[in-house]
């Protein structure tokens, strides 16, 4: 396969950067998007060329840390997948490919395709946990759980924190991410006593770290590569009107 | 009170601002269809229906009220939370591309603002009534003769479809994302409310727009 690839490019956070145009040539079709790029990087290093930076560690849709958009769609166009998961056969020979980082205030560039994410990690940190020790595992019956609720909660722990949710909502918006975090812990009887307090904290750094807000247009269940469900953003809303009428210690 | 101060400068306590008013606007807009649709039945109950209205006039302007906070805050807040989502992509995308969100979902700015200059101008043109010299010398409460007369101008007449047109597309994707904002969401209903709330956006702007496409086309004399 033959591909014409227009891959931006920024030295560092600081640099403006830009779209650069490279061809792909002797690209196999059963190569991951990935190894395509190595291969491109490759033929860059022995040119003399800096190679382009993307980020990437478990190549099998676990890590999160992959994601790039390739022509306006967040991990590419197959479904459920991560780009590491892309194959080269869901391209066709001759195409031109645009391949950009997640583009939002709260993931800023590091460079070429690599974005920093730890704005999520600041949002777990405000409350996507469970405080206490909940020590070694216990009988498995010991505490009773509803099955549709225990389904749900893992459906939403299929989050990898990826970030495609962001990077393809219209407003970069870190709904469904946050949703999917306050989601598993309020289904489960280990979140219960700091429910309240989650939903406003993980919405509240949600918003300081300066992602947008959701209009309901469902861009990132479409490219979440865990299908993760807008339901959950329904459930986030939910969480978060009944702590902010009810929370006790909320601010008079 | 800073609690709930601190509840709507925040993403969704904002948006559960713009979803409760939405429906308060929505039910005005349910009222209003009820009552213009009598221009059909005749110029009497249409004229009877508009002198029944000023016979209260402290429900009439309590209304009034509760309509303008409504609006002003749906309104207010609908920029704010724009604000917000515009600041957080400052790069756009070089490739941008849409999955699956609605053209609706994807105007709701642009109808919205084609909707605020409508209605100014259906205050001026039918309440004020001081867009045209002739409904402005009419009495005062032949409401049937001054829809008639506006309607007949092709210019006015457009003006009022193309304006339906925006509160359809507004109204689609409004009346579903109150479920979503206000969190009343089941997978039993949700499908059920994902069809209902564009059919009736929908059937709501062709009612309207079926007055003056009627009275422009001489069905309603």
């Not at chain 1, 040119?47 to 999160?64: Q, S």
């Not at chain 2, 941008?96 to 994807?106: E, G």
């Amino acid at each position: 396969m033959k591909l014409k690839l227009h891959v931006w490019r920024q030295k560092n956070k600081a640099a403006q950067g830009r779209m650069v145009t490279y061809d792909a040539d002797n690209i196999s079709p059963n190569m991951s998007f990935l190894e395509m790029l190595d291969v491109v990087n490759e033929g860059l290093i022995t040119t003399g060329e800096d190679p382009i930076a993307f980020a990437h560690d478990c190549r099998e849709g676990i890590c999160g840390s992959c994601g790039v958009m390739v022509n306006g769609v967040a991990h590419g166009p197959q479904d459920a997948t991560t780009t590491c998961q892309l194959h080269m056969r869901s391209f066709q020979d001759g195409e031109e490919l645009y391949i950009e980082p997640w583009r939002a205030k709260g993931f800023p560039v590091l460079r070429d395709l690599v974005v920093d994410r730890s704005a999520f990690d600041r949002i777990i940190q405000a409350g996507g946990f469970v405080s206490v020790n909940t020590g070694s595992a216990q009988d498995a019956n010991a505490t009773p759980i509803r099955k549709s609720d225990a389904d749900e909660a893992f459906n939403a722990a299929a989050c990898i924190g990826c970030g495609a949710c962001v990077a393809a909502c219209k407003n970069a918006s870190a709904m469904l991410f946050v949703s999917a975090k306050v989601g598993q812990l309020s289904l489960l009887p280990q979140g219960q006593p700091e429910r309240q307090e989650r939903a406003l904290n993980m919405v509240s750094a949600m918003h300081e770290e300066g992602f947008g807000n959701c209009t309901n247009q469902y861009e990132c269940e479409a490219v979440c590569p865990k299908q993760i469900s807008t339901d959950y953003i329904a459930r986030l809303n939910r969480e978060f009107i009944k702590a902010t009428l009810t929370y006790p210690d909320a601010k008079k | 009170m800073s609690w709930l101060k601190h509840a709507v400068r925040n993403p969704i306590g904002a948006k559960v601002l713009m979803a409760i008013t939405g429906i308060m606007l929505t039910g005005f807009l349910v009222a209003h269809i009820s009552g213009n649709l009598l221009i059909f039945v005749g110029p009497q109950a249409i004229n009877a229906y508009a002198e029944g209205l000023r016979q209260f006039p402290a429900v009439l302007w309590a209304a009034r009220a509760g309509l303008l906070v409504a609006f002003v805050t749906h309104i207010y807040f609908a920029a704010y939370v724009t604000m917000g989502n515009r600041a957080a992509r400052p790069q756009p995308y070089a490739f941008s591309n849409t999955v699956q969100a609605t053209l609706a979902s994807r105007s709701m700015v642009l109808t919205g603002m084609v909707m605020l200059a409508f209605i100014i101008f259906h205050l001026a043109h039918f309440t004020w009534r001081i867009t045209d010299s002739e409904i402005s010398a009419m009495g005062e409460f032949d409401v049937y003769q001054m829809v008639i007369r506006g309607f007949r101008q092709p210019m006015v007449a457009g003006s009022y479809v193309i304006a339906m047109v925006a509160i359809g597309l507004h109204l689609s994707h409004g009346i579903a994302s109150v479920f979503q904002t206000l969190g009343l969401n089941h997978p039993r209903y949700n499908r059920a409310v994902r069809f209902a709330g564009p059919a009736i956006g929908v059937g709501i702007a062709l009612l309207f727009a079926s007055i003056p496409l009627s009275i422009y086309l001489g069905l309603v004399k």
